[in-house]
């Protein structure tokens, strides 16, 4: 096993809210709550669950655009709760973001060739005649033309902007991107083409991945191992094969069932799960998942489950949170 | 077949009037939905799946849109023609709607009960107040909100994504239409409340009879839902065939294409994706001939120069591409 390049310890993320005339504290969004994972060089973890589970909050602490309210970040050596801003710049240059709506993030009234530019002249990095053929090269990379250098963003499609994201984000050849939903907002044909794009840049660049999606097969595809998210924590860790074929926790596998395949002769058992999700301002007792899991016992109200082996795996294969796992008996999808 | 048809689409066109000159956003496409049945319109952005809803229910936005050519038959009468206030009657009674994000088609500032309250007294004038809140009541329960005398006391912004879209199927349900048409109306929702939304669609077709035009974009959603599926590309009507045969053997290279290209559970991991290179052209630039031309791994000369007609190629399956030329063609065949 490689040394983690990111190791994420009891991290939690919690967000005040505030009301009446003072705007005193009057609760606490849990966002994260006590979340750990490592991502070895080179892999890809998925972090996969429906909205506010807090997936984005965890990218977004990750990459130190939020300060944690609690737990350990450590990156490639650093600890990333305690750096001072001067050195979180530098470390930036290895830690990159891709969002889910490139158009947002990029500057309209900037070209794209001065907008590939910036991280270079951001971290003074080669000459101005050398940054052009980086620039020219990164385009290239990403499926682009070069002679679409003295465009403007709003003249891209989705897809093409994907590709310009992207391309930012492998500028200063960084060890790890977190990717918050880089293919939702994209037709299916075109989503094809960008995690195709992803993948073969990680083989060529030896690329880590945070991949964070509510679809399950778009992240079961790109990812080593997964970490399913329900309400700030994680209930079940795993290889994305295990997972798909075993899970063993009764919120990833009414996950995985819920997802409509596109074959209308499959037969599959269905489990469709009552209720909303809780919010996380006032997030239920004991296990988060209770109100809403068909194998629910009393104890589940009362006792938090950890985030344990599943037994007969060895060391981090397969975690799983679940009280009831040992008794429970998921059938295969 | 032809005489339980609810609805019968005859070469519809549908065109705006941009800055830039007319599109057709639409063109030339037809197909019938029978009574108690669903049709699946799937396709990608800007293939004219939405257009086509709106285009049936007249409601595209004026003076931009306009039906150019072409019949919507619903049960023998033409809407394309009728008077507005003919339409009245029909719209939201007769034919309902729902739509992908059900905030926005909800007024925040008013309470659920009188929003849903409001469609009883427009299409059962005669019922007294006493009857409306009993209906309401009942509605809501068809539809699986829990606790629905006090649901209806509330505003949209009370209640979660998944159950504003459950009030807005029981206020489309409040006319007892014979035809729902459904745009992306998962599409916004959690995976888990999607299947919830689905299941319950699927059980109040089996229990009303009504008939749904189920557009998305979402080829998974459309096998669980569908009993007919019409593939829609740049406007037009690629391949159209009952749900099966549109999985097992589609024939037009872009219904091939884009089945390829989703990433199933059952997919190898890190594998490489069959592609559809290239991006859907803009209606301003549509190429003569074929429109999927430019992104078709197997165009020919003839793709070129015209477009290609629907090809019959199996029992109710058609096909608009010339590799199924030796087939009878519509208008040879009425389809």
């Known amino acids: 096993m490689n040394p983690a390049l990111m190791s994420v310890d009891g991290l939690k993320m919690h967000f005040p809210v505030r009301g009446g005339i003072f705007k005193r504290t009057v609760g606490q969004v849990y966002a994260v709550d006590g979340v750990s994972f490592t991502i070895a060089p080179g892999q890809t973890l998925g972090l996969v669950g429906e909205s506010g589970c807090g997936k984005t909050t965890v990218g977004r602490c990750l990459t ?251 060391g981090t294969e397969h975690l799983q949170a679940c009280l009831r796992a040992g008794e429970l008996d998921l059938q295969k999808n | 077949m032809a005489s339980d048809a609810l609805l019968t689409i005859e070469n519809l066109t549908t065109a705006f009037d941009t800055e830039a000159g007319r599109i057709r956003a639409v063109e030339g496409i037809s197909f019938t939905v029978p009574k108690s049945r669903t049709l699946g319109i799937v396709g990608e952005s800007g293939c004219g799946k939405s257009v086509t809803a709106l285009s049936i229910m007249r409601l595209l936005p004026r003076p931009a849109g306009t039906i150019e050519a072409g019949r919507i038959l619903f049960n023998g009468r033409d809407l394309a023609g009728l008077p507005a206030e003919e339409m009245h009657h029909i719209r939201g009674k007769r034919i309902a709607m729902i739509f992908q994000e059900p905030m926005t088609a909800l007024n925040p500032v008013q309470r659920l009960g009188t929003q849903l309250g409001e469609v009883f007294e427009l299409h059962f004038p005669e019922m007294d107040p006493g009857a409306v809140e009993t209906e309401c009541i009942n509605l809501l329960r068809k539809v699986g909100i829990p606790a629905p005398e006090a649901r209806l006391k509330e505003y949209p912004h009370q209640i979660s994504g998944g159950m504003r879209q459950r009030v807005m199927i029981a206020a489309a349900l409040a006319g007892q239409p014979d035809l729902l048409i459904a745009d992306e109306p998962t599409t916004a929702l959690d995976v888990t409340i999607q299947a919830q939304i689905l299941d319950l669609m699927r059980s109040l077709q089996q229990e009303t009879g009504m008939a749904i035009i189920f557009i998305t974009h979402d080829l998974g959603v459309i096998a669980e839902m569908a009993d007919e599926v019409l593939v829609m590309y740049a406007g037009q009507v690629a391949e159209r065939a009952p749900i099966k045969t549109i999985y097992t053997q589609p024939r037009h290279p872009y219904t091939q294409g884009l089945l390829a290209s989703i990433p199933r559970l059952a997919t190898t991991p890190k594998s490489r994706l069959p592609t559809i290179e290239g991006i859907v052209p803009s209606l301003l630039e549509m190429p003569g001939g074929c429109r999927f031309q430019n992104r078709c791994p197997r165009v020919m000369e003839i793709c070129r120069d015209s477009p290609p007609p629907m090809y019959r190629v199996g029992r109710e399956h058609w096909a608009s591409c010339f590799l199924h030329r030796g087939q009878p063609a519509a208008g040879e065949v009425r389809p």
Request: proline share 9%.
């Open chain 1, 64 to 314: 130190r655009l939020y300060r944690p309210t609690a737990g350990e970040i450590e990156f490639d050596g650093h600890d990333m709760c305690r750096v001072a801003a001067g050195e979180l710049r530098a470390i930036r240059r290895d830690l990159q973001i891709i969002f889910q709506d490139p158009f947002e993030s990029l500057d309209s009234r900037q070209t794209i060739g001065e907008l590939l530019q910036e991280p270079f002249v951001i971290h003074r990095l080669g000459t101005p005649a050398e940054r052009r053929d980086q620039v020219a090269e990164l385009l290239r990379r990403v499926g682009l033309q070069a002679r679409m250098i003295h465009r403007f963003p709003h003249e891209f499609s989705g897809g093409q902007r994907q590709r310009i994201g992207i391309a930012r984000a492998i500028a200063l050849a960084p060890k790890l991107i977190i990717c918050d939903e880089p293919v939702s907002a994209l037709d299916v044909s075109i989503q094809s083409q960008i995690l195709n794009l992803l993948l073969e840049l990680q083989a060529q660049l030896g690329l880590a991945y945070l991949f964070i999606a509510h679809n399950l097969a778009v992240v079961k595809h790109i990812s080593d191992t997964i970490a399913v998210m329900y309400l700030g924590r994680i209930v079940e860790l795993t290889t994305a094969r295990r997972l798909y074929e075993q899970p063993r926790h009764p919120y990833s596998h009414a996950l995985i069932s819920a997802i409509p395949e596109p074959d209308p002769l499959a037969d599959r058992e269905r489990v469709i799960l009552q209720g909303d999700v809780p919010s996380p301002l006032n997030p239920p007792s004991g296990c988060h998942f209770h109100p809403r899991c068909p194998y629910a016992k009393p104890r589940c109200r009362e006792q938090v489950p950890e985030l344990v082996p599943v037994p007969g795996t060895d």
